[in-house]
Structure formats: structure tokens, C-alpha cells
């Protein structure tokens, strides 16, 4: 029985693996992480991917369990899972270290930042008006 855990812990992990294994998943991984929640059409805007691309990607995502959806009036809006499985949490750990690292995340979150100020973030200038995405809460003292 014990035996049996193990396995499916394992294939989970590396079904979560796999999903992260491209680098379009990743800088929206690192979007979905670093807002919160957030709709597709800041995750397209934001990279400058189709709306296709985003949806397959997605999709992928919440195959491997690592991020949910949730309908709101028009939008559906993603968040990350990882607050429910111990090994989302320590993988959580190491992708938060690896988007801090490279440039091209930097510079994701950093295009989001820049949305959310000018207006142009549905996400957070129209559904939550009032919330600050977690990307920016250390830029305004919270």
C-alpha cells in the first residue's frame, strides 16, 4: 500500500515535470504565481502569445494539477494549486528562485507591473480593482 503512494507521488511529480518543462508554460507559470490570479487576455497581452497558445499551455498546467480555474462574468481567471500538495510547495520553492534569477521573468512581471499602473491590466484594473497583485505588494509597502 505504502508502495503504491510512492508511485503516484512520482508520477505526479514528473507529470508536474513535464508541464513545466517549456519555457512559454514557465513565464506564464511565473504570471499566475506572481499575481495571484490572473485572466488570459493579461497573460496574452503581457507575453504577447495568442490567445491558442495561452489556452494550450494552460491546458497542460492544470493537466499536471499546478494551477486551477475559476469563471468570474466574462473572464476565466488563473491561480496556482500549490498550496495543497507538499510537493507543489517545495517545487513552488524552487520555481520562485528560478524566476527571480533569469532576465525573461523579470522582465514578464515587470510588463505586468507596467499594465496594472497604466490601466491596461483587466485582471486588476477592472475584476479586483483593489487588489494589488503580489508582484507589486513589495513596490507599495504591503
Known sequence: MQSERKDTVVDELIHALKAISD????????????????????????????QTKVSRHLTALKNAHLVKD?????????SFTGDKKEEHKQLLKGLKDVFAFYPVFREDIRRLQQAVKNGRCKTFNVIHPGRIPKAMRSQVGV
Open 23 to 50: 519555457e512559454s508554460r514557465l513565464r506564464i507559470l511565473n504570471l499566475i504565481i506572481n499575481a495571484d490570479e490572473i485572466c488570459v487576455c493579461d497573460i496574452e497581452r503581457t507575453l504577447g502569445f495568442t
Open 70 to 78: 475559476r469563471r468570474q462574468g466574462l473572464w476565466i481567471l488563473y
